[in-house]
């Protein structure tokens, strides 16, 4: 183990920590029970966290990690540590007061304890793979109380999975839905394809369980649609399928908070509250205190879409690397169908801008009139080059046509005014970057088909690329 973790310094000492990361990876989920490759894993990709739209999702998959091991995290200061890190690089100032008092940070006054976290982020409000991890919990043990009261290997993957052996216990307990009826089998799948983020394929295959006959608590299967399109963004779609879910079943605890929070995410407090207190009543105050905390947040000021992009740039020691580009649109109150731009960008992204303009508005055959402003953030850091035309032609039809961007979906390439899409640079650095951030689905031009061959099989295995020679491609395979 020494050698390989060596290998992972050398990696990151040349620049490559996508390299490393993926090697790290791969050595951890080779060797859950060594502690020397999960502290090589959590330090990669400690490394590899950069503010973003996504940072946060990024910092979850860390301390998921962390704190699924199977090691006592109470009785292990390196673990502890990157804990602290980690809450420190998130200014997540409760956790690391907590943290910070295990490993005896604080000597006499507590230096934080003139801290106040004022911040809003209505990301933690949404379900999170902490969440799913719990819920999936919640399905094996209510499988044992409906279904398979006597069966050992259940009750086995319960105990692994709760007792902190995750990737053992999930490996199980997918090779345990392989014996049962198909629609049973297609929830635990479904179940944890959420906890991989992998939103789309929990999405279809819950689909087919509503098409059972044989599956009769479909309550089950609309809130767990709920979830995904709550994850995805979709709060409207989300609030439809936990109403399904509520009508069905309207004693379930979890689907009357999920009702709540959906309307805060809405910005809709006033009838949030109104849900909480009932909710309360019918559940006793103990169990829906956790949500409380949210009704103090206001509605956030936000981008109407946030589009992933796909950056790729050279640092000063000439090693390439790439980011995600987060690109946002919003609608202004204007309705002269003008399109603004802010942001620290070169002249080749501000035609790549006017070619998405014109590329959309003859897509649409029609002329439009909402007026949109286009925010690339990071002012600090300067941002040029075509590749961001797809990522900005798809925001820009999505704002107009009011359809949603699901956040594990990236894109990059050229685009001309006619629609064509280009090749770029630097896809085995997007790709790798993509898959290092959760997004498992990736739009690239066809004529980069040759440089898949860079990329490793992990990568390729788990991320799904999508060829595209045409603009008019997109929109089909994005929206059906």
Not at 142 to 150: E, R, S, T, V
Not at 187 to 197: G, K, S
Not at 297 to 302: G, H, V
């Amino acid at each position: 183990m020494k050698q390989e973790t060596l290998k992972i310094s050398n990696l990151l000492d040349e620049g490559d920590v996508q390299g490393a990361f993926i090697l790290a990876e791969q050595l951890y989920h080779e060797n859950p029970s060594s502690l020397r490759c999960l502290e090589d894993y959590v330090n990669v990709m400690l490394h590899n966290l950069n503010p973003s739209e996504d940072y946060l999702r990024f910092a979850e998959k860390i301390e998921h990690v962390i704190l699924s091991s199977s090691f006592k995290i109470d009785k292990n200061l390196s673990l502890l540590f990157m804990l602290d890190t980690l809450y420190q690089r998130t200014g997540d100032l409760k956790k690391r007061q907590s943290i910070s008092k295990k490993i005896n940070l604080i000597e006499g006054e507590n230096p934080l304890s003139t801290v106040t976290d004022l911040s809003s982020n209505m990301q933690d409000v949404k379900p999170n793979r902490i969440y799913f991890s719990s819920q999936l919990l919640e399905l094996i043990k209510f499988l044992q109380d409906k279904h398979y009261q006597n069966n050992k290997d259940l009750k086995k993957i319960y105990v692994m999975i709760k007792g902190g052996m995750i990737e053992e216990g999930y490996y199980l307990l997918k090779k345990f839905s392989y014996t049962l009826d198909t629609w049973m089998e297609q929830f635990i799948l479904a179940e944890l394809a959420l906890i991989d983020n992998k939103y789309s394929l929990a999405k279809s295959k819950y689909l087919s369980i509503l098409e059972s006959n044989d599956f009769t608590d479909k309550w089950m299967v609309w809130n767990r649609l709920g979830d995904v399109y709550l994850c995805k963004g979709s709060n409207d779609r989300a609030l439809k399928s936990y109403l399904k879910a509520y009508d069905l079943n309207p004693n379930d605890i979890d689907t009357n908070l999920d009702i709540v929070r959906t309307y805060i995410l809405k910005g809709d407090i006033k009838k949030a509250k109104r849900l909480y207190n009932k909710a309360s009543s019918q559940f006793g105050k103990s169990k829906t205190q956790p949500i409380k905390k949210y009704f103090t947040r206001r509605k956030l000021i936000k981008d109407d879409k946030v589009v992933n992009g796909l950056a790729y740039f050279q640092t000063s020691d000439d090693t390439a690397s790439g980011s995600i580009l987060e690109i946002g649109f919003s609608i202004n109150n204007r309705n002269d169908g003008k399109i603004d731009y802010i942001g620290n960008i070169g002249f080749s992204m501000i035609n790549s801008i006017k070619s998405a303009k014109i590329v959309v508005s003859k897509y649409l055959e029609k002329k439009n009139n909402k007026s949109i402003t286009i925010n690339i953030p990071h002012m600090i850091i300067h941002k040029d080059g075509p590749s961001a035309g797809t990522a900005i032609a798809v925001g820009l039809l999505a704002t107009i046509l009011s359809k949603e961007i699901p956040r594990n979906v990236a894109f990059t390439g050229e685009i001309s005014t006619c629609g064509k899409i280009y090749p770029v640079g630097g896809i085995k650095q997007k790709i790798n970057t993509a898959y290092i951030n959760g997004i498992d689905n990736v739009y690239i031009p066809k004529q980069n088909f040759i440089d898949l061959s860079t990329l490793s099989s992990r990568v390729k295995s788990k991320v799904n690329i999508s060829l595209v020679s045409n603009f008019s491609d997109i929109p089909v395979s994005l929206w059906n």
